[in-house]
């Protein structure tokens, strides 16, 4: 429910940016849940609509360094759903971004893609700018590690190598596989085949700290065995996202 709840407020966040920047030059946004319809785009210069498409991917890189930094003012060894909520914020919105711009060149379509085709950017920086997001991604996987790990409360979760991969299968892998099977049922009917690809496809990363969990070592363990029962007020907040996502933004809010 946590991961459900970062990836939803993630989405929401990116397109509300859209949005707002779309409002801000007058090109008559409509806001849905996973797709902003710009009805007066093409009235406006290129470098606005180059503007309305940064707003989303920069501003979930706002959310992964804030969120990082949230969490890490916050870390302490009594992990809570509060910690695991903000890694996972982190984690999405990093990933947000990075996708973005590593899938630039090959999606003209998307937020960046659409950058690159409108300023003519040459297709060799459009690589080498891919390349570098791609190395910044396995970057955060690798580093996203030992965070999950650390919200073990058992000692024989942590024991070795198999366990410790065991137990971020259960904490990272079905949250993603679980998640998206929910996210990608959310985002019907399909408006973009983008849309119904990047729940599943946009975690596909996890695997990486997945197989690296055996390589880590020294984790402290949690204090807070709380993390293994479930959470009231995560259930509500966890379908109150569902209805606005569905219900309210689904159809489309004009600005």
Known sequence: MLYVIAFLTTTMLHEF???LLGYYFNSHPVLHHNYVENLSEAELPSSQIILIALAGPVISLFQGIISSIMYLKLKSKTHNFIHLLLLWLSVLGFFNFLGYIMTGPFFANGDIGKVYKISNMPVLIQIVLAVIAA???LLVAYKMTAPYLRFSFKETWLESGKSRKNFSLHILLFPWIIGSIIITILYLPIIALVSIIYPIMSGMIFIFP??????INDVTLSKNENIGNFSIPIIVIFLMLILIFKVILAPGIEF
């Open 17 to 19: 940016f859209h949005a």
């Open 135 to 137: 190395a910044f991604l």
């Open 210 to 215: 997945w197989q690296n969990a055996n390589t």
